[in-house]
């Protein structure tokens, strides 16, 4: 007792010699047998690494000790010091390995205990107490050593490797010394480790895995199966024996081994249905399971897997069942009815009338947002229960609880209502939400009223709103006031009601969100308005694209592998204005003003396998233009000092050079950025060169017994690849409707001209090699042309510093003989940015 | 994949009512994958446990998903015995970590695993705890090795008590005794 006492105080204790010493004494050999577990287990929360020098001896005694437990407690508080005092532990090294081999248990081994290699087997108990206390009879401390022995080793593979093959047996896995199934489960663990990282082992190690899956524990078998599962690109034929293993126990009495198997099956199913399929009968039977987790997993397996004839009856099946579960559960089978009404389309009316009647269920929040976004998708993507489904979220909201889910539900209702036939059925169920509910939703409400009159063709209907919302100016709330105001003004001027109401594209939100930051962390911008026109747009579709649920079909049922799913990668727009932050704190840049672009992609200036990698990123300023350098040093234990890229402009670029900044110092494996400056002549004009790059820096070795590094280096230099700087890095895409656009612009600069590009192969080619040229927004699908002969390419982008719009046309022609054949039209403000569009081609 | 020995996260005992009879939860210094700071304030940790308790009160099942934690669970007369680990990991190497615990304290409270005799052993409870899990390690899975080695040698067995039972135990033995006597004569 004394001993938890002392480890519970451990974090806090500061004086610990004392302590110490007396356990020490308790530590003795001679001492008590029953103690020094406890002892020792005490010891190595309150020592100091520096201390753990002193205690080697006892340590590596205890751990070949042969009463098992205080083997265990040795090894076990060695995994504890581990982090700590890694360079004392990694000399038990080969104490653990004996207690892995399990010799000094065999001795304690009695035959009465044979049979309980599971710990909570038939364990002898006839003499529970006494002053010898009972050996163990599990071989714990082998999976105490394995577990020390692969923290020792695991930056080593070729180590691991050879301790799996030397302790994992033959082919059968029957000649292992390790009789721990716990131990054997850290094994499978391991093998499967290796085998992820190195494909050359997969085969040979398979076969072993294999071999557990007959093994006498169940827990190995199960974590084999699982493994087995879990291994990228599995094949369906490798997938059938660890099946067989699940398969078998689905039908165990033990509700954790069924719920075991249900949840593998159920994440296996996402990836292999097919394979899955062939426990279909076992698993319809554990639909009405008492563990209410195993029947939930039960049912979203047979849904992943199950074909269109027996939806209809598990549809049926969970109804019955649903009011029983919780709520976490509900929204997996809410996702799970989701993904299948993608996958079956005709059965969408069975279904839908499933998500109506649990939507009119008890429930809290996610369960209705599930229930919500499920209706929503099928909106989407099944045309013809669009307008069931919108009558039963019309339903919905008549008595929604949740501001949140009304405010989407009525945006929906106004962007899909009006092109119903019969619009004016939704209307009323609107306009209650204006009179009864709070202002959120009295907003959004007014918002969609005001589509309704302004998208439907009849006089009628829209003399109607006009009418709901003249009531609405009396509204007690500002906002809804102002939004009703706004629309009855679209009303009389039919151009504006087109720009707000109807427009395709919306402003990139995080792109807005740092314009307008920086915006308003400038004192001087505040005298002029915000511009908004340098802002890129993009278009409905992209932005519904950017913000995509990750599960529009291939939903996730599992909430256990939600955690896995990586997030996706930065949009461009996010590391923008990331970039800025960044650049905002180099005190140097701040006269510059405003970043008025970076290119997004950083361009690679050497192969990505060398020594050190560098890459580009280009920042444009108003009258300036900044290169940052992100390099790295790959080569461990030295350390590159004062590293500089030195750039030299090739054509007289009307650049000049400003100043360097050098990265001061740089270890191994952390890239620093270092800054390249240049005042660009004239501010309006673009310039456009090419660099000839070298990385200079000094390089120097650290020693490693101290990791400093020496105090002599060398200096040395690295060539790397030319940087471009073109017209790409001055163009940011941007979305706008083509046609008008095209019109508008009549008026400003047309420049014409015509190329011939014989070296592409087609014009998907061609399509792909400009758009990456001009980096500019393709429009209306014109990146993908639909005829091999003859294609017209619609770009369109806004050119920094205050350039303006940019259209280009593309007119292209494709023979054999001759390649492609380019007419290309080039539309803007200003002649600079027509000849900067004209001058990339060229 | 947990490629560490620590496994397990918590051990929890509510009595029927949802309150705490008895928890320990790890957060191991060394762990080499440390999971998000979670369940490290007592407020937090009593909401999980109430939520837990909520759904598992039900007698019947053994283990369920609960708030991105896996937990097994065992019913004992009026106390429910829960260990929490990671959702990837293999539910019968926690089962089994939770059967040799209880099967301990069974033994150590003579099969009456149940509020009041805890409270009472609450240092033999205490230290099959520690003897079973230290610090999220599993230490032991043979219950009766635990049981061993937490219940104390007795260095002095012969201590008689003396209460009504045995001198209820004493009487009958006499009187059985007495009656073989008679019946030979």
Redesign the interface.
Same mark, same amino acid.
């Given at each position: 007792?004394v001993?938890?006492a002392i480890?519970e105080l451990a974090t806090t204790a500061e004086d610990v010699i004392m302590v110490t010493s007396s356990i020490m004494k308790d530590m003795q050999p001679n001492s008590e047998v029953?103690y020094r577990?406890?002892a020792i287990?005490a010891l190595c929360r309150i020592i100091d690494p520096s201390m753990a020098q002193g205690v080697e001896r006892f340590f590596k005694a205890a751990i070949v000790d042969k009463n098992t437990?205080i083997s265990? %407690?040795a090894l076990?508080s060695a995994?504890?010091l581990?982090?700590?005092a890694k360079d004392v532990v990694k000399r038990w090294v080969n104490e653990a390995q004996e207690a892995v081999q399990g010799k000094s248990s065999s001795s304690f081994f009695n035959s009465s205990g044979g049979s309980?290699y599971?710990?909570?087997g038939s364990?002898?108990?006839n003499?529970?107490?006494?002053?010898q206390?009972?050996? #163990?009879? #599990?071989y714990?401390t082998q999976?105490?050593a394995l577990?020390l022995l692969?923290?020792i080793r695991?930056q080593d593979r070729m180590a691991v490797t050879k301790m799996i093959q030397q302790l994992g047996g033959g082919k059968t896995g029957a000649g292992t010394v390790l009789k721990n199934?716990?131990a054997l489960?850290?094994l499978i663990?391991?093998a499967?480790?290796i085998m992820e990282e190195d494909p050359n082992m997969q085969r040979q190690i398979l076969e072993l895995i294999e071999g557990w899956l007959r093994h006498k524990s169940?827990?190995v078998n199960?974590?084999a199966a699982?493994v087995i599962c879990?291994i990228k690109g599995v094949t369906a034929a490798q997938l059938t024996k660890p099946i067989a293993v699940l398969q078998l126990f689905l039908s165990s009495p033990k509700?954790?081994?069924r719920? %075991?198997a249900t949840?593998t099956l159920a994440a296996l199913a996402l990836t292999h249905p097919a394979s899955v399929a062939t426990c279909n009968v076992d698993l319809e039977n554990l639909i009405s399971d008492?563990?209410?987790?195993v029947a939930t997993y039960a049912i979203t397996t047979l849904l992943k897997t199950g074909n269109e004839a027996s939806v209809d009856r598990l549809m049926k099946q969970i109804s019955g069942f649903m009011s029983e579960i #919780?709520d976490?559960f509900k929204v997996i089978i809410v996702d799970a009815i989701r993904s299948l009404c993608l996958k079956f389309p005709a059965k969408h009316a069975s279904m839908l009338s499933f998500l109506s009647g649990v939507l009119r269920d008890e429930g809290g929040y996610d369960f209705k947002r599930a229930i919500v976004e499920a209706i929503f998708d099928m909106i989407k993507f099944i045309g013809d229960c669009k307008e069931q489904a919108l009558s039963h979220l019309c339903e919905f909201i008549e008595d929604c609880e949740f501001t949140k889910l009304s405010v989407r539900i009525l945006h929906l209702l106004g962007l899909e209502g009006p092109k119903s036939p019969q619009p004016t059925k939704y209307i009323r169920y609107i306009y209650n939400r204006v009179v009864l509910e709070n202002a959120t939703v009295r907003a959004a409400a007014v918002s969609s009223l005001a589509k309704f009159g302004l998208n439907a063709g009849e006089a009628k209907l829209s003399k109607s709103v006009n009418v709901l919302l003249n009531r609405c100016l009396d509204d007690v709330d500002d906002e809804v006031r102002d939004r009703a105001a706004m629309y009855l003004k679209l009303y009389e001027e039919q151009q504006l009601a087109m720009t707000y109401v109807k427009e395709e594209s919306v402003y990139s939100l995080s792109a807005l969100e740092s314009k307008l930051v920086s915006y308003l962390s400038d004192p001087d911008a505040g005298e002029k308005p915000f511009d908004a026109s340098s802002i890129p747009k993009v278009s409905r579709e992209q932005a519904a694209k950017e913000v995509a649920r990750p599960s529009t079909l291939e939903t996730i049922g599992v909430? #256990?592998s939600s955690?896995a799913a990586t997030p996706p990668p930065p949009s461009a727009a996010e590391t923008q204005s990331q970039y800025a932050q960044q650049l905002a704190e180099i005190p140097e840049f701040t006269s510059y003003g405003q970043v008025l672009y970076s290119s997004t992609k950083a361009t690679q200036l050497t192969e990505s396998e060398t020594e050190y990698q560098v890459s580009c990123v280009k920042h444009l300023f108003e009258e300036h233009i900044v290169f940052q350098f992100n390099v790295s040093n790959t080569i461990a234990d030295t350390v590159l000092e004062n590293v500089a890229v030195i750039m030299e402009p090739q054509t007289d670029s009307g650049l000049s050079d400003d100043f360097t900044m050098p990265i001061a110092s740089l270890g191994a494996n952390s890239p620093g950025i270092g800054y390249v400056s240049f005042t660009r002549d004239e501010s309006t004009a673009y310039q456009t060169a090419s660099f000839q790059c070298i990385l200079k820096f000094v390089s120097k070795e650290v020693d490693p017994s101290t990791g400093e590094p020496e105090e002599e280096g060398y200096e040395d230099e690295y060539s790397l690849e030319d940087l471009e700087l073109s017209a790409a890095d001055y163009i940011l895409p941007t979305y706008v409707t083509f046609s008008s656009e095209w019109d508008r612009l009549r008026g400003g600069v047309t420049v014409t001209e015509t190329f011939a590009l014989p070296a592409m192969e087609s014009l998907k080619a061609a399509c792909d090699s400009i758009i990456e040229i001009l980096n500019m927004q393709a429009l209306g699908g014109s990146e993908e042309p639909q005829s091999t002969s003859i294609h017209t390419l619609q770009l369109s982008g806004l050119v920094a510093g205050g350039g303006g719009k940019a259209l280009v046309r593309c007119r292209m022609t494709y023979s054999k003989a001759q390649g492609v054949t380019l007419e290309l039209s080039v539309r803007t403000e200003k002649q600079e940015a027509a000849n900067l569009v004209i001058a990339a081609i060229v | 994949?947990?490629?560490?020995?620590y496994t397990v996260a918590a051990l929890i005992i509510v009595d029927t009512d949802g309150h705490r009879v008895l928890a320990k939860y790890y957060h191991?210094?060394?762990d080499?994958n440390p999971t998000p700071k979670r369940l490290t304030t007592l407020k937090e940790q009593r909401a999980f446990e109430k939520g837990l308790f909520q759904?598992t009160k039900k007698a019947?099942?053994?283990?369920?998903?609960y708030d991105?934690y896996l937990a097994?669970y065992k019913h004992s007369l009026d106390l429910i015995c829960y260990i929490i680990g990671d959702?990837?990991e293999?539910?019968?190497?926690l089962? *089994?970590a939770l059967? *040799?615990f209880s099967?301990a304290a069974n033994?150590l409270l003579r099969n009456q695993l149940e509020k009041r005799s805890v409270l009472e052993n609450l240092?033999l409870v205490?230290?099959c705890l520690?003897e079973t899990i230290?610090?999220g390690?599993?230490?032991?899975?043979?219950?009766?090795?635990i049981?061993?080695?937490v *219940?104390r040698?007795?260095a002095d067995t012969t201590e008689i008590v003396i209460n009504e039972q045995t001198l209820m135990n004493a009487y009958q033995t006499v009187k059985e005794k007495m009656q073989q006597r008679i019946g030979q004569l």
């Open positions: 007792m001993y938890l480890k029953i577990p406890n287990r437990s265990s %407690a076990v995994y504890h581990f982090p700590a309980s599971l710990g909570w364990s002898s108990s003499t529970t107490s006494g002053y206390p009972i050996p #163990s009879t #599990s714990i999976y105490h577990g692969y923290l695991q199934p716990l489960c850290m663990r391991y499967a480790k169940d827990m199960l974590e699982r879990e509700s954790s081994l719920f %075991a949840r008492q563990n209410r987790s #919780s976490e909430p #256990s955690k | 994949m947990n490629l560490s020995l191991p210094a060394g080499p759904k019947g099942g053994d283990i369920t998903l991105g097994v959702p990837s293999n539910e019968l190497m089962l *089994s059967a *040799s099967d033994m240092d205490l230290l520690d230290d610090d390690v599993i230490v032991e899975t043979d219950s009766t090795t049981a061993s080695r *219940s040698p007795k």
